[in-house]
Nanobody
Framework: QVQLVESGGGLVQAGGSLRLSCAASGGTFSNFAMGWFRQAPGRERDFVAGISWTSGSTYYADSVKGRFTISRDNVKNTVYLQMNSLKPEDTAVYYC???????????????????WGQGTQVTVSS
């Protein structure tokens, strides 16, 4: 059974940086697409960034483009989200997601996600 475990969340001031990690286990990830989503209180879960595991090609939501970078380490089976120039509106619970047979675009739809992590809280103070 595939498991996704996020880490790296916390409290940071506006303009600061955080790096989230998602450790994946229990599967062969070469055909997977991985993504990050976030959910703020009272709002829907929104797509943030996606990556095709094999090619490393990426895709971003407009709201984070140029500030966030998604990457993966094939040896460690870990996906990262480097978040720079953080804003208070980035405050949310961040979730790691896996699409078993998708790509960086298909994982952007939550309906295609097969596995979710438990989430990690990111709070950006003004």
């Amino acid at each position: 059974q595939v498991q996704l475990v996020e880490s790296g969340g916390g409290l940071v001031q506006a303009g600061g940086s955080l790096r989230l990690s998602c450790a994946a286990s229990g599967g062969t990830f070469s055909n997977f697409a991985m993504g990050w989503f976030r959910q703020a209180p009272g709002r829907e879960r929104d797509f943030v960034a996606g990556i095709s595991w094999t090619s490393g090609s990426t895709y971003y939501a407009d709201s984070v483009k140029g500030r966030f970078t998604i990457s993966r380490d094939n040896v460690k089976n870990t996906v990262y989200l480097q978040m720079n120039s953080l804003k208070p509106e980035d405050t949310a619970v961040y979730y790691c997601a896996a699409d078993r047979r998708g790509n960086r675009f298909t994982v952007a739809s939550g309906a295609n996600v097969d596995y979710w992590g438990q989430g990690t809280q990111v709070t950006v103070s003004s």
